[in-house]
């Protein structure tokens, strides 16, 4: 039997068997877990960048609707400010808090 690694940790590590005694039995067993663990590795790497692909799609459509959302509510403030201003004409006061046109005589008590 041989020992064929580069580097402690190494997934490609596989001990070289030329036995057919209980340790090439051994040695088979450590190259198939080994295997085992690359394969497992090969596919939690893979998987960890889909989740990333799959987190930087959803955060571009959470910007996209929180864009969206934003442009929404400055539109809504805008009509709810135009309506605030419309029932105050309709009131009879104008802008600047005086009454408007339609109530002439309470405007002639301001000039």
């Known amino acids: 039997m041989k020992w064929k690694s580069n580097s402690p940790g190494d997934l490609n590590a596989e001990v070289v068997v030329h036995r057919d005694d209980e340790l090439g039995a051994i040695a088979r067993a450590f190259n198939s877990m080994i295997a085992d663990i690359r394969a497992r590795n090969e596919e939690r790497e893979r998987l960890l960048l889909q989740v990333s692909h799959f ?10 609707a929180t864009r969206e959302l934003r442009a929404a509510n400055e539109a809504l403030l805008e009509t709810q400010q135009r309506l605030a201003r419309s029932e105050r004409l309709a009131a009879g006061w104008t802008d600047r808090g005086f009454p408007g046109p339609r109530n ?6 301001y000039l």
């Open 55 to 64: 987190n930087q799609q959803l955060q571009a459509e959470v910007d996209d």
């Open 104 to 109: 002439r005589h309470a405007t002639e008590r």
